[in-house]
């Protein structure tokens, strides 16, 4: 009988079989919370968009009423700056609902979605864009769309926060077997062994969304040499 002096034995192979459980247990835990994530996601930009965008309208629909009505030339004034506001805020609504749940890339595919968010944050941070992005056009199984748009998300921010980078390029390219992603910068790179580096955890983000959905991953780098990130996702 086994007592605390004489533990039990555990092979190598007992050992490997463990380690083996537990990455697969760990595995479909991150694909559950990232999933989950992006329903809740989905349901906040919903509710963002139908009550807070219907509220604002609403108060620009009563603004709009006493404008037509108050003469005095100081009310004018500052009804014209509250109007003002209400336009900030129904900007940042948009802006929040668009970085929530990209409208484009359920309704116009994920070229379409991929060109206006990297134009847009790359002009946000002064780099200059190089975009390889096909027509829109073959069907793309929805949670594909939506981990490659969150992937390149994830890559231009730390480009945007880590790089220093002066230009970005991405191209898209629908093959036969797969959808293959590139995207690459000439910023200062990093060490890939180093885990530690700026924006590791979302580098294991993005490697967990690529895993489960069977496909592969490469990240290139070396300080002074920029970085290079390829995907590639297997057609069904």
């Given at each position: ?146 981990a490659l748009f969150r992937i390149v998300q994830e890559g231009i921010t730390n480009i945007i926060r880590h790089a220093g980078a002066r230009s970005v390029a991405l ?18 790179g990093f060490d890939t062994a180093d885990p530690g580096r700026p924006g590791s ?36």
């Amino acid at each position: 009988m086994p007592t605390a002096e004489t533990p039990l034995a555990t092979t190598p192979f007992d050992l490997e079989s463990l380690v083996e459980a537990r990455t697969r247990e760990l595995s479909a835990l991150s694909t559950h919370l990232q999933e989950l994530s992006e329903k809740e996601k989905s349901e906040l930009a919903r509710n963002l968009h139908d009550e807070l965008g219907g509220l604002l309208t609403a108060a620009k629909m009563d603004l709009s009423w006493l404008q037509s009505r108050v003469t005095d030339p100081a009310l004018q004034e500052r009804l014209a700056q509250l109007g003002a506001v209400l336009d900030e805020a129904m900007d940042l609504k948009r802006r929040v609902v668009e970085d929530l749940r990209p409208s484009l890339l359920d309704h116009f595919g994920l070229s379409t979605a991929l060109r206006a968010y990297a134009d847009s944050a790359c002009a946000k941070a002064g780099l200059r864009a190089q975009l390889a992005l096909p027509e829109d056009g073959t069907p793309m199984p929805r949670e594909t769309a939506i981990a490659l748009f969150r992937i390149v998300q994830e890559g231009i921010t730390n480009i945007i926060r880590h790089a220093g980078a002066r230009s970005v390029a991405l191209g898209l390219a629908p093959e036969e077997d797969a959808w293959r992603i590139t995207l690459r910068d000439d910023g200062r790179g990093f060490d890939t062994a180093d885990p530690g580096r700026p924006g590791s955890h979302g580098i294991t983000g993005m490697r967990q969304r690529v895993r489960a959905l069977g496909g592969q991953f490469e990240i290139e780098s070396a300080p002074g040499a920029g970085t290079t990130l390829r995907v590639s996702i297997p057609r069904a």
